[in-house]
């Protein structure tokens, strides 16, 4: 479908990885072979990231999947190990215990889903648990032993009995590193963040004349949806826009079943920036859409200002949180006051009904 539609944009895709040799100018070590250099009057970067893999003592020895291999997979794994409690090992992990096999996840901070408030993590954690996935928190990977696929041996630092999960495979979900390495940005002009990014400034921009980076490599929050929003932010500009990435009101989800989606403000960003909050919550069993599916798992929560009805947030667990999301996300970008969408009538039994349940409830001011 993408070739399709780049061919129809008549925009010349060329495969091989590019290096610059010099601003605006690239070395395409090309896919079938051959060397072409190209000089751009204009250059854009989307070069993403890729998973990180640290280096831990017998960590690349045991030769360790990331996504892309374990994407690839054409077996189960009798016990996986899951290094990682962000969106890729959880998502993963679930399906993968879904299909049959065993699984243990280990993650080093305190709860899963370390972007998200304490009882989104401990609802995430029970759904775990429920499942029969082992999860080990506060658990550190320290080095590995053996090979994944046959036996491995993941060595942990935590508070755990002997620090040593033995399993079948192991995925490591730890983190991105920025394609940005060694490929002679700074032959270009373009500098680095300390993390090792692009730099950028709002309208992405990078520190090169005629140069702009987009998606995961501009530092940009980590979604399909962000970079593609980069892209209209970049190609608007072009035509004579001002239009920014500040500020942006970014939706995610992470693709659990049942799913977890969030907009705006969390309770934990809420707190560390001083923003003063009410709260609305509803345990998912209450949104009757849930009961005629089956799925009563999760609650929904929104985040009111403490002096106004202005939405500041809003976390759906639940079945279809991220179609339920969309409808709060819209009243978000139009500045309603919750108290506009509580007046709204919304079709029976549809999850966004859930909206008018959660709403009717008195709000509680935050400690
Ligand atoms: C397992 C997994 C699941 C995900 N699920 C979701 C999801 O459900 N929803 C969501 O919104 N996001 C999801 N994401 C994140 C999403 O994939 C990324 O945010 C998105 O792809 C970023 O787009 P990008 O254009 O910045 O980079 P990419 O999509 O990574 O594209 C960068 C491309 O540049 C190429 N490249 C890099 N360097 C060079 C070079 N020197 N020369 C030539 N080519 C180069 C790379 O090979 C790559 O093809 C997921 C990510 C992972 C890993």
């Known amino acids: 479908m993408h070739l399709d539609r780049y061919r129809a944009s008549g925009a010349e895709l060329i495969m091989g990885q590019a290096r610059f040799t010099a601003p605006r100018t690239v070395e395409v070590e090309l896919a079938d072979g051959g060397i072409r250099r190209i000089r751009g009057d204009r250059v854009f970067l989307n070069l993403g990231t890729h998973a990180t893999v640290p280096d831990l003592p017998g960590l ?8 892309v291999e374990l994407l690839d997979l054409d077996r189960l794994p009798g016990h996986l190990i899951v290094v990682g409690g962000g969106y890729v090992g959880l998502e993963l992990a ?30 995430v954690l029970d759904l775990f648990r429920d499942e029969g996935i082992d999860v080990l928190l506060r658990t550190r990977l320290v080095g590995a032993e053996g090979t994944s696929g046959q036996e491995v041996r993941a ?11 033995t399993g079948t495979d192991l995925f490591v979900a730890v983190g991105r590193t920025p394609n940005t390495e060694g490929i002679g940005l700074e032959l270009a002009g373009i500098e680095l963040t300390g993390s090792g990014y692009v730099k950028v400034d709002e309208h992405l921009a990078t520190t090169a004349e005629r140069v702009w980076a987009m998606g995961e490599c501009a530092g940009s929050p980590q979604f399909t949806h962000v970079a593609f929003d980069d892209f209209r932010v970049v190609r608007d500009n072009l035509h004579g826009g001002t239009r920014s990435t500040a500020g942006r009101l970014v939706p995610s989800c992470m693709f659990l079943d049942p799913e977890l989606a969030r907009i705006g403000c ?42 106004s009805d202005q939405i500041l947030g809003f976390t759906a667990f639940g079945a279809e949180a991220s179609e339920l999301m969309a409808a709060v996300q819209v009243a978000m970008m139009a500045g309603l006051p919750y108290t506009a969408l509580r007046a709204g009538i919304f079709t029976h039994p549809t999850a966004a009904e859930g909206l008018t349940f959660l709403l009717s409830g008195t709000p509680t001011t935050a400690q």
């Open 155 to 165: 060595l942990t630092d935590g508070p755990g009995d002997a620090g040593i999960v």
């Open 266 to 307: 969390s309770e934990t960003e809420a707190s560390r920036r001083g923003i003063g909050y009410r709260l609305l919550t509803l345990p998912m069993a209450a949104v009757l859409r849930t009961r005629t599916l089956s799925e009563p798992r999760g609650f929904l929560k929104m985040l009111v200002a403490a002096d």
């Open 60 to 67: 690349a020895a045991a030769r360790p999947m990331t996504h």
């Open 94 to 123: 679930q399906a993968m215990r879904r299909f049959g096999a065993r699984l243990t996840v280990i993650e080093q901070g305190p709860q899963l889903a370390g972007g998200e408030d304490a009882d989104v993590a401990a609802a």
